[in-house]
């Protein structure tokens, strides 16, 4: 009923597991509502393989999905997650700690050519295969592979060698926090690839290449370029985001507009994103 009643919805969030009346089947219908082309399901329990099946399937458009936490090691297998790589649009892709997310899941979604973000975190079970898989994808500009523990420098460092500097190419952030990274035998030397050791895997909802700007970091600050006033937007949305999806629109710390703004800004000067 909900998704013949609103066939023009372009963005969902259904976060979390306090959607008591509703079932798996009835979850099924996202993939009628042609037009969305962001789809949020973040620590939900209802998630399924046929369901990512379905979206996969039904939703062309789609250009951000995100299933951090999401279903259980039994609901989301290799099949339902390789299915992703049908969504030939999709630009950003969270699938931080699914088990099923696998160094052969991470070939199949190589076929994600313009895919510019990837969330990657907590992922037990990717390998140093899977992180070459990325390689295939020209258009990357952060992964984040926080808590993959089954990560290397082998293929940390070719990932680094594949994308050299050049004019006008912009930086690609590549987060090993919490993998078996060893910085000390790194270089990125004539590489726009800037590897942030910081430790993300405990914090959930998608991020953007904001989280470049690390607090420790290979890379040279040369090759970060000047922030937009769409990056700004963007960290103002992704804080609104992490509130709604982890506290709830009852419980949100910070209901006020101009305090948001405030903590945004400040924020975005913390990370350098706003210059004086």
Known sequence: MIARRMEDLSILTL????????????????????????????????????????????????????????????SITAEGVSAIKNLKELTQLDVSSLAAVNSKVMLQLGALKKLEIIQLRNCTYLGDEGVRAMLQMPNIRHVDLSGSILVSNDSIQEFIKAFPSGPKLPPITLVVGGTAADASKLSVRGSRVVVDFSD?????????????????????????????????????????????????????????????????????????????
């Open 200 to 276: 993300y895997s405990t914090i959930v909802a998608m991020q953007t290449s904001q989280t470049s700007a690390s607090k420790f970091a290979i890379g040279s600050a040369s090759d970060a370029e000047d922030c937009s006033d769409d990056d700004f937007e963007a960290l103002t949305a992704q804080r609104s985001f992490y509130i709604d999806a982890v506290c709830g629109e009852e419980e949100s710390p910070i209901t006020d507009d101009g305090k948001l703004a405030e903590w945004a800004e400040k924020e975005a000067r913390s990370l350098g994103l706003i210059k004086d």
């Open 15 to 74: 976060c979390g597991d306090g959607f008591k009346s509703l079932t798996p089947a009835g979850l099924i219908h996202i993939s009628h509502m042609k037009n969305i082309t962001e789809l949020a399901l973040d620590y939900n329990t209802l998630v399924n393989d046929e369901l990512l099946v379905s979206i996969s399937a039904g939703l062309p458009f789609l250009s951000s999905l995100s299933l951090a936490n999401a279903g259980d090691d039994s």
